[in-house]
């Protein structure tokens, strides 16, 4: 299998959230660790938006955008054991 610029930046940005965000830390501070996250790969950009749940239709949110147009979410976790799939990103 060959592998892309893409899933080895992919790659990079996840093991990086293995590495510095437990998913207990995440829970609450999405804003904190986006900065944190940025200072690591300053070619990401931080969004200001919402996630929809199964409780609430807007729930502010930051995340970070790779320059492909992909999500890195370092505080992805939380929702993911709060709502497992079921939920989204909207800005």
């Excluded at 510095?20 to 950009?45: D, R």
């Excluded at 502010?60 to 790779?66: K, M, T, V």
């Excluded at 976790?77 to 799939?85: E, I, K, P, T, Y």
Aim: aromatic share 14%; proline share 4%.
């Amino acid at each position: 299998m060959k592998l892309t610029i893409k899933d080895i930046e992919h790659r990079a940005y996840q093991l990086w959230i293995i590495e510095n965000v437990s998913p207990t830390e995440a829970i609450g501070n999405c804003s904190m660790w986006v900065i944190v996250m940025k200072q690591a790969f300053p070619e990401l950009k931080i969004v200001k938006g919402y996630v929809k749940n199964t409780f609430t239709n807007n729930a502010y949110h930051e995340y970070l955008i790779a320059p492909n147009g992909s999500i890195v979410d370092p505080t992805r976790a939380q929702f993911d054991n709060l709502f497992g799939s079921n939920w989204s990103y909207r800005n």
